[in-house]
Every structure is written in structure tokens, then in C-alpha cells.
């Protein structure tokens, strides 16, 4: 398979991140362009396959912007105001375009870990 795709685990309930609103940009210059918006489903992932694939899925920048204050308000989070976590970019870079590139997010009110999964 090739594409983006990304999968988001609430790691402070233990459960997929179901509902989550998620945004992804291209990066040309420093400027960006939105590209796509999509939710999480049930299993913390995005229904209808890859966020970006076929003629859509170039190389170059971009970055998914997780709407992650307003998930985690959504399921009744008691956060400060402002939030520590609000919304968590992850930029990166394809490099190649026959490749799967899959951008995980593992997410609590007080921390954020991301790496290429496969």
C-alpha cells in the first residue's frame, strides 16, 4: 500500500481517539496550504483508506495539525485554561512516492508521542 495514513490512541484512557479532527497542509516556501480535513472513527483512525494517495500523494512537506484540546474537551477532560495541548502539529517530510507513510499519534491532556509507523 502506498498513501498517508495516521492512527490516534488516547494513551490516558487506554481507547482509540474517536472523533478527533484532524488537518493536513502542504508545506511549500513556509507557506501552507490546506489540503484535507477528516475525523478519527471508532478505532482512532480515518474512514474511506489513506488520508492522501494516488496522484495526490507527491513528495515534499506537510504536516497534520491534531485538533487535540477540543477531542479531549469532547470527552469531558478536565484541562487548564489555556490547555497545555491544544493543537499538535506534526510536520514531515515524503520523500518517496511509492512508499506507505504512516504517522501515528499517541495523545493525553499532558503529553504527545509520534513516530513512522508502518
Not at 80 to 97: N, T, Y
Request: aromatic share 10%.
Amino acid at each position: 500500500m502506498t498513501g498517508l495514513t495516521t492512527h490516534v490512541l488516547d494513551t490516558a484512557s487506554g481507547k482509540p481517539a474517536e472523533g478527533l479532527k484532524i488537518e493536513l497542509f502542504h508545506i511549500e516556501a513556509e507557506v501552507r496550504r490546506h489540503v484535507k480535513t477528516v475525523v478519527t472513527n471508532a478505532d482512532g483512525r480515518v474512514d474511506g483508506g489513506p488520508i492522501l494517495v494516488g496522484e495526490s500523494f507527491k513528495v515534499g512537506t506537510y504536516e497534520l495539525l491534531f485538533h487535540a484540546g477540543d477531542y479531549l474537551r469532547g470527552i469531558g477532560a478536565a484541562l487548564p485554561h489555556p490547555a497545555f495541548l491544544d493543537l499538535v502539529p506534526i510536520r514531515f517530510g515524503i520523500a518517496d512516492e511509492s512508499a506507505h507513510y504512516h504517522v501515528p499519534l499517541l495523545i493525553s491532556p499532558y503529553g504527545y508521542s509520534t513516530y513512522r509507523g508502518s
